[in-house]
Nanobody, 122 residues
């Protein structure tokens, strides 16, 4: 009933930039927090950046000053602008949304996108 579709991943050289987008659709009443996670090969998934409905962001230390998370509540979309990319940023990036559904507004659905691969070459 709720789908998250990501776009914007790809291959980029170190120092380059990419912008990820994640659009939520379906029986959505509202969305609380949204975020971007990543998982590199052989490593645990980590929260890269999160943003509250009101727009307050938080970042993992390793991306502070390089990545910017933003959202458009009217479009149920979250973005991740990634600048000064490093090879260690290579991972599958997935978006997450805490969704309140129509008719079930008091229950939060933990929704995930399918993931998009970001590869940063040295």
């Amino acid at each position: 009933q709720v789908q998250l579709v990501e776009s914007g991943g790809g291959l980029v050289q170190a120092g380059g930039s990419l912008r990820l987008s994640c659009a939520a659709s379906g029986s959505i009443f509202s969305i609380d927090a949204m975020g971007w996670y990543r998982q590199a090969p052989g490593k645990a998934r980590e929260l890269v950046a999160g943003i509250s409905r009101g727009g307050s962001p938080n970042y993992v230390e390793s991306v502070k000053g390089r990545f910017t998370i933003s959202r458009d509540n009217a479009k149920n979309t979250v973005y991740l602008q990634m600048n000064s990319l490093k090879p260690e940023d290579t991972a599958v990036y997935s978006c997450n949304a805490q969704v309140r559904r129509i008719g079930l507004w008091d229950r939060i659905l933990d929704a995930w996108g399918q993931g998009t691969l970001v590869t940063v070459s040295s």
